[in-house]
């Protein structure tokens, strides 16, 4: 079944205009039918209209016509702004004191309707629906300095293991060490990213056992459906959850810990005392570990999918001196 993706365009500014090679940026969103994707690029096209700060529609929309310079839709857009009642919209602009040309502004308040006939005037879009069918992508793994701290990144730095990029957004990443040429932080298999990202969890929450976030965090708290995480642990082979029933002999020391993890709660004799143990990493199932991760509050690692090329055809990931609107 097809896929129908939104991406912005790249467009560049000239210093007294607005120009895109129609060029793929990146997606705002995938959607099953052309239709749901049709609607959600409308949508996209207006805010992109509105938040271009455009002081001359006639001129700044025509980088992004369809039939780019060959579209001269000034005066049926003037034309539409009067129908409308926008005369204050209407600029007129004289050079010494003659008429030259008039700048067509951006109108206040109007509907979505408004919105698209003046792009359908102008022949104008922001974006493109693109269906998918070859897709070809980059994976990266940003650690999560919430999850882990100084310690344990700074440990992972000496290591080789992580390193400050940009892409897709700023932070530290997991390297990908090819067998020749440049350490780079992309993966071009998600299986292979995901199950070197667990990996390194878990051996360093085994190895910084009080350096990361379940460490630091008394088990009940990690999340914001205990039953539901409880009830996942109980059926994994390679997880266990350690319960301690709380006596008169170890409540005081229980409520010390509790204490010292900074937790609200507080245990009575007779309640349950929890505490989550991992296996090393040859006895470990990555799928249950990664099913606990995606229960706590604070997640380890975030994995992004980043499409390189659809169908044959770029998706640049920047551009110089550019921008997507």
Same mark, same amino acid.
């Given at each position: ?152 990144? +700074? =440990?992972?730095?000496?290591? /080789? %293991?992580? #390193? ?8 530290? $990443?997991? @390297? ?108 470990? +199932? =990555?799928?249950?570990?990664? /099913? %606990?991760? #995606? ?8 994995? $992004?999918? @980043? ?19």
């Amino acid at each position: 079944m097809s896929k129908y993706a939104v991406h912005k365009l790249w467009f560049f500014y000239t210093d007294e205009w607005y120009v895109t090679s129609n060029e793929l940026a990146h997606c705002i969103g995938i959607y099953d039918t052309y239709e749901e994707a049709l609607n959600a690029k409308a949508n996209a096209d207006r805010k992109s209209l509105l938040t271009m700060n455009s002081y001359d529609l006639s001129s700044d929309l025509m980088g992004f016509s369809e039939n780019a310079y060959g579209n001269d839709f000034t005066n049926s857009l003037i034309e539409y702004y009067k129908s409308q009642n926008w005369h204050d919209s209407i600029k007129e602009v004289f050079y010494d004191g003659k008429f030259n040309h008039y700048e067509v502004l951006p109108p206040k308040n109007a509907t979505d309707d408004q919105l698209d006939e003046i792009l359908r005037i102008a022949k104008a879009y922001f974006h493109r629906i693109i269906e998918y069918k070859d897709i070809k992508e980059s994976i990266y793994v940003k650690l999560n300095y919430d999850f882990w701290g100084k310690k344990v990144f +700074d =440990k992972l730095k000496t290591d /080789g %293991v992580i #390193e400050s990029r940009s892409t897709p957004e700023k932070g530290f $990443y997991l @390297v990908n060490k090819p067998p020749k040429g440049r350490k780079s932080a992309k993966f071009t298999d998600f299986q292979t990213a995901r199950d070197l990202a667990i990996q390194y969890t878990n051996s360093s929450i085994i190895e910084f056992e009080d350096n990361n976030f379940l460490g630091r965090t008394y088990f009940e708290d990690t999340t914001v459906s205990l039953p539901m995480l409880i009830a996942y642990i109980n059926n994994c082979n390679s997880i266990t959850l350690q319960e301690e029933e709380v006596s008169d002999k170890n409540v005081k020391i229980i409520n010390s810990k509790l204490k010292k993890l900074k937790s609200n709660i507080h245990k009575a004799v007779g309640d349950k005392y929890y505490t989550l143990k991992l296996p090393n990493n040859e006895n470990l +199932d =990555k799928d249950e570990l990664n /099913g %606990v991760f #995606e229960l706590l509050k604070q997640k380890p690692f975030k994995i $992004y999918r @980043v499409t390189t090329e659809i169908n044959g055809e770029e998706v640049k990931g920047y551009v110089s001196d550019s921008s997507p609107l």
